[in-house]
């Protein structure tokens, strides 16, 4: 998603235009965060999900944007990171990890600030890995990021193997049951306990963060392997002339139908079982967060062919969304803001107060503010004022470690 700090000039328009739909998708998922109990955000009878358009907004998300953004967030992370590589200079690791801390502190701060489910944290902890990938070759690159999925995959299974199977056999009064009902199902305790929550002032919810960040690290951690995935992948589209705009249409069209043809059956599949079952948390959170994994990642990387198609590098369109890529960061925490003084007790104090398809309506803000304010900024002042504020940040970080 976040290009990394850069003084150069010349930029592909279309891997731009990319980062700016993957910043404004990245909205759909992110706002039910703000909005409602986190247990919504897997399972719509949580909360605000009692309506067929609640349901379908449900449906539609899992299956169409639910962590296809992330991939795309991570695969052009990756990509970013693969330019600088090339480009090297005196110390090129060096910069590298000054980029990642500098990358986590703003990631720290939006998370205790704002966002619970930040994602910075998880791509700088994720680029401390990438000198151990940065001489492989591309199809060692590719295989890499599959193995990395089925990491994910293989150490989630067993962290809710023992709650899946307790639903099979009927014993829904297991610890792992209900585990998974406080924190993916629809639980009344659980889900009242994050509403009263939802009303703590800004003061409180700094103290609560600043101290729990051990907690959040382990979550963070737990995201890496998946995280990393989509990154060394981006570094092998990079590569390979993905990113670059050198693969031709048809070949961008056939990976795209390959890459759908391999994940749509599959996560309407999944969204009809859950649903089907009737939303039990253990197969909600299961589903959302490991058996899906590899769908997300077919599904994202189809997205990134059709983009790379469509978009012409002289359109309105692309550029933009361009100008919003260019400004990711800025417009990342910026949504974040946006959705906060929506629904925190600071700002309009509408959380937990609307349906799950109003919510999801409500990204229309932040989306229109990017596309207005971005293409102005870019023109007028150049690079954003987080990316500029991360460039000097890493900067400093470097010379301090020289």
């Not at 590899?294 to 189809?302: E, I, R, S």
């Not at 990204?363 to 102005?376: F, H, R």
Request: proline share 4%.
């Amino acid at each position: 998603m976040i290009a990394p700090p850069s003084s150069a000039t010349h930029r592909i328009v279309q891997v731009d235009a990319l980062r700016g739909l993957a910043v404004m998708g990245i909205a759909w998922m992110n706002v039910l965060i703000f909005a409602m109990p986190a247990q919504a955000y897997y399972n719509p009878m949580a909360w605000g999900g009692q309506s067929g358009l609640d349901m379908l907004a449900w449906a539609a998300s899992f299956v169409f944007v639910e962590d296809k953004f992330r991939t795309l967030f991570a695969m052009l992370f990756g990509a970013g990171c693969a330019i600088l590589f090339e480009r090297g200079g005196a110390h090129p690791w060096r910069a590298h990890y000054a980029r990642m801390a500098a990358l986590f502190v703003i990631g720290v701060l939006h998370a205790t600030l704002l966002a619970s489910n930040d994602i910075l944290r998880a791509y700088a902890l994720a680029g401390l890995l990438l000198p151990l990938f940065h001489q492989l070759s591309n199809a060692a690159l590719i295989a890499c990021s599959i193995g990395l999925v089925a990491t994910h995959v293989g150490f989630g299974i067993a962290f809710t193997g023992v709650g899946i199977w307790d639903w099979f056999a009927g014993r829904l009064g297991s610890d792992a049951i209900q585990f998974a009902e406080r924190n993916f199902g629809a639980d009344p305790a659980a889900v009242q306990f994050l509403l009263e929550r939802g009303q703590e002032s800004l003061g409180e919810r700094i103290e609560r963060r600043s101290t729990g960040l051990g907690a959040q690290l382990t979550a963070v951690i737990g995201s890496v392997p998946l995280n990393l995935a989509g990154i060394v992948l981006g570094m092998a589209l990079w590569r390979n002339g993905l990113f670059k705009g050198e693969w031709r249409t048809f070949r961008l069209q056939r990976l795209a139908a390959i890459c759908a043809l391999a994940s749509l059956p599959m996560l309407f599949l999944l969204a009809n079982w859950v649903a089907e079952s009737g939303f039990p948390g253990v197969l909600a959170g299961s589903v959302a967060l490991v058996f899906s994994a590899p769908f997300d990642t077919l599904l994202g990387l189809a997205y990134a062919c059709v983009a790379m198609v469509l978009f012409a590098p002289d359109g309105g369109l692309t550029k933009t969304l361009a100008a919003v890529g260019r400004l990711s960061l800025t417009n990342y925490i910026m949504t974040s803001g946006v959705f906060g003084a929506l629904y925190a007790s600071w700002g309009l104090g509408l959380f937990g107060g609307v349906s799950r398809s109003s919510a999801i309506a409500s990204i229309a803000l932040p989306m229109g503010a990017m596309l207005v304010w971005s293409p102005l900024w870019s023109k007028y002042l150049g690079q954003g004022p987080l990316e500029r504020l991360w460039r000097r940040a890493a900067s400093s970080i470097a010379r301090v470690g020289s």
